[in-house]
């Protein structure tokens, strides 16, 4: 199980951090990959960040503002969000899946487990 945490509401130019925790499953970075995608209102579940095997990947709209990181002993996946725009406003999900390959991390379909999301809103 998979449990998000850290939303809220920030102005623009301000920062966030996300946590995704687990229970019940030791995500450890060898065996699984952990991703954050998130979804706005009208809009499709999109791709944010994701972590696995030490190697990590973003999305091109959160590029250099968005890092995402993982502690192993606390089985828990962060991400720190910076410089938050309007635009970023969205529930925001984290997934793990065991298996994923490099070029299917930006994908919802490969990843088999999901947490609730948790809501950011950046104002302008």
């Known amino acids: 199980q998979l449990q998000a945490s850290g939303g809220g509401l920030v102005q623009a130019g301000g920062s966030l951090r996300l946590s995704c925790a687990a229970s019940?499953?030791?995500?450890?970075?060898?065996?699984?990959?952990v991703g954050w995608f998130r979804q706005a209102p009208g809009k499709e579940r999109e791709f944010v960040a994701a972590?696995?095997?030490?190697?990590?990947n973003y999305a091109d709209s959160v590029k250099g503002r968005f890092i995402i990181s993982r502690d192993n002993a606390a089985n828990i996946v962060s991400l720190q969000m910076n410089s938050l725009k309007p635009e970023d406003t969205a529930n925001y999900y984290c997934?793990?899946?065991?298996?994923?390959?490099?070029?299917?991390?930006?994908?919802?379909?490969?990843?088999?487990?999901w947490g609730q999301g948790t809501q950011v809103t950046v104002s302008s």
């Open positions: 997934a793990a899946g065991s298996g994923i390959i490099l070029s299917s991390r930006r994908v919802v379909g490969a990843y088999g487990y």
């Open positions: 019940g499953r030791t995500i450890s970075d060898y065996t699984y990959t």
């Open positions: 972590i696995g095997r030490g190697i990590t």
